[in-house]
């Protein structure tokens, strides 16, 4: 069972360089996330996408953008990026209930930003 | 006030012993709240929800006191496959948004032999 799948694994940017991280579910899952994850810092929300055709800013959207593709997939883009974006992201969905809270999260993508 | 906040840690505990987590949260008005697990450098996991009444899953027990807005999670009989770092996660339920769980920075347990 793939479960959810994040490519790439790891990146090494410039500054002002793009790129897009790829996140597909094979769990017929409504809902998808993007976190990042920072020393001292914990899980931070970027954007979710709580069913497919919706996308909805996080606690950090600045720099990001996203696409719901399909039900199954959501990108994240890095248009212009910067060292401050250097981190390790989370791909996650969910079914979502109001309490269920249960995330299935990918392997994580790290990123470094030059 | 943090909306989550938890001990950082490390906590250094030997094989056997027991050792407990607490968490605070900020919004009184959370409704939903759980325990991940996070092994280094992996993806978190969600190891428990935690419901009003209290909740056990094996040597896993979580507490949720409503009114001082803390959560706890004791492990008992710790073993070495307990070492990971212990991510407090709450739903603030705010209106009804469906998308934001909290999570804290983790608390990182240790078990030595």
């Known amino acids: 069972n793939a479960g959810v799948t994040q490519t790439p694994k790891f990146q090494v940017l410039k500054t002002g360089q793009s790129m897009t991280l790829q996140c597909a579910q094979d769990?017929?899952?409504?809902?998808m996330y993007w976190y990042r994850q920072d020393p001292g810092m914990g899980l931070r929300l970027i954007y979710y996408?709580?069913?497919?055709?919706?996308?909805d800013k996080g606690e950090v959207p600045n720099g990001y953008n996203v696409s719901r593709l399909n039900k199954r997939e959501f990108s994240l883009r890095l248009e212009s990026a910067a060292p401050s974006q250097t981190s390790v992201y989370f791909c996650?969905?969910?079914?979502?209930?109001?309490?269920?809270?249960?995330?299935?999260f990918g392997e994580g993508s790290r990123l470094t930003v030059l | 006030r943090k909306e989550v906040e938890q001990d950082p840690g490390p906590f250094n505990v030997p094989e056997g012993a027991t050792v407990a987590f607490n968490c605070t949260y900020s919004n009184s008005a959370s409704q939903s709240f759980f325990w991940y697990r996070q092994d280094c450098r992996k993806e978190p996991k969600l190891l428990m929800s935690?419901?009003?009444s209290g909740n056990e899953d094996g040597r896993f027990t979580a507490q949720l006191n409503r009114a001082s807005q803390y959560i706890s999670l004791l492990i008992r009989d710790s073993k070495l496959s307990d070492s990971a770092t212990y991510l407090c996660v709450v739903n603030p339920n705010y209106g009804g948004s469906q998308g934001n769980l909290i999570f804290g920075k983790g608390t990182k347990l240790s078990v030595k032999p």
């Open positions: 996650a969905s969910s079914m979502w209930t109001a309490n269920t809270g249960e995330l299935f």
């Open positions: 769990m017929n899952h409504n809902s």
């Open positions: 996408s709580a069913s497919e055709g919706t996308t």
């Open positions: 935690v419901y009003s």
